[in-house]
């Protein structure tokens, strides 16, 4: 099953009983970034989300996808 990264991070979040500033903080990076990284925004730099996942001992990487 996929997670979306938007999903992750929220759930991530909040099983770590942090706030959207907490982990912003704790990231290095802006509130406003994650709130757009929470909501699904489509283009958001990918070093920023590495930052923020790698908090929960995650990275962004290449996954196979079916072909048609």
């Known amino acids: 099953m996929r ?3 938007a999903e992750y991070i929220k759930e ?3 099983q770590n009983g942090l706030t959207q500033p907490d982990l912003a903080i704790k990231a290095g990076v802006g ?3 994650i709130r757009e ?3 699904g925004k ?3 730099r990918m070093d920023k989300v ?3 996942l790698s908090l929960f001992g995650k990275e962004l990487g ?3 996808t079916p072909r048609e």
């Open 42 to 44: 489509p283009t958001v």
């Open 37 to 39: 990284l929470e909501s």
């Open 3 to 5: 997670t979306r990264i």
């Open 12 to 14: 991530a979040r909040k």
């Open 62 to 64: 290449v996954v196979d």
């Open 31 to 33: 509130l406003r970034f």
């Open 50 to 52: 590495n930052q923020v």
